[in-house]
């Protein structure tokens, strides 16, 4: 079994940067993709950013992109994910997500994930 743990969320202002962390533990994860996922109440989960085993390859929604940047680190188990410029429309809890399978995608379908952290709350005022 791997658990999730998200930190960093918080209450900013729009324009604001955040910075989201990951940390897995359980099993080793380095050989699997991770991805950030966001939900509002009524909505269904939405694929955020992603990034592959080694970081070699990056996958952003069109919402943030050159916006938000994900990162790794498999030293520490960790994934990140840096938010700049935030927007009321990032409002949100934010999720991370491990993907089970040595493969080299970054799907965008919550169903090719197996393992979630518990959710860690981004708000932004206006």
């Known amino acids: 079994q791997v658990q999730l743990v998200e930190s960093g969320g918080g209450l900013v202002q729009a324009g604001d940067s955040l910075t989201l962390s990951c940390t897995a533990s359980?099993?080793?994860?380095?050989?699997?993709?991770m991805s950030w996922f966001r939900q509002t109440p009524g909505k269904e989960r939405e694929f955020v950013a992603g990034i592959t085993w080694n970081g070699g390859r990056t996958s952003y929604t069109d919402a943030v992109k050159d916006r938000f940047t994900i990162s790794r680190d498999n030293s520490k188990s960790m994934v990140y994910l840096q938010m700049n410029s935030l927007k009321p429309e990032d409002t949100a809890v934010y999720y991370c997500a491990l993907r089970w399978k040595p493969i080299v995608t970054i799907p965008i379908e919550t169903n090719e994930y197996v393992y979630w952290g518990q959710g860690t709350q981004v708000t932004v005022s206006s």
């Open positions: 359980g099993r080793p994860v380095n050989s699997f993709t």
